[in-house]
């Protein structure tokens, strides 16, 4: 994305808060049992810290990647960004995208559950919360971006690459 492009849309979409202090109260318990029986049979002092940093290594990456998900839409492409150091990025082409409709789906049944996730037919989805948003095709592909307001998102790719989105009853999985 260049730093000349006008930005049409530009949302984060994080965990609930209440998921998000769940989260963080297990990780905080995790880390604290881990202490507990580290030190309780007194090891070695390099065996002592093992627990708690196998916990910090696995868990402080996932705590920068998961909370987030950021969704752009500039005038070349739809940017969907991992967390809050958006370490992680898929991009849309518009130019390249055949089509573009809002949609509701079951993160559950469709993909089995929120995240970066695969679905039936190569479908991907792209999720933090909810069961709404918008799906883009690109290369016979089907994206799926979940977002709390998919009529904004419309607008923007709408705004961005002057195609109408497809109506959201067109399913391009059924045939005749």
Not at 19 to 25: D, F, G
Not at 75 to 91: D, K, M
Not at 107 to 127: S, V
Request: contains cysteine; proline residues 6%; aromatic residues 10%.
């Amino acid at each position: 994305m260049a730093a000349s492009e006008y930005t049409f849309y530009d949302r984060r979409f994080s965990l609930a808060w209440p998921v998000t202090l769940l989260l963080a109260v297990a990780m905080l318990g995790g880390l604290a049992a881990s202490l507990a029986e580290s030190m309780g049979a007194d090891p070695q002092p390099p065996v002592r810290w093992l627990g708690p940093a196998c916990f910090a290594v696995a868990i402080v990456p996932l705590a920068l990647f998961l909370p987030s998900i950021r969704v752009r839409v500039t005038q070349s492409e739809v940017v969907v960004s991992w967390g809050f150091l958006e370490l992680l990025n898929s991009r849309f082409s518009l130019g390249s995208m055949q089509r573009y409709r809002k949609v509701s789906f079951s993160p559950l049944r469709d993909f089995g559950g929120w995240g970066w996730r695969f679905g039936r037919g190569g479908a991907r989805c792209y999720n933090m919360r909810g069961n709404r948003g918008v799906e883009l095709t690109i290369a016979g592909t089907r994206y799926i971006i979940g977002v709390d307001d998919p009529d904004e998102l419309v607008h923007a790719i709408e705004q961005a690459t002057g195609m109408h989105a497809a109506s959201p009853h067109d399913d391009p999985r059924r045939t005749g």
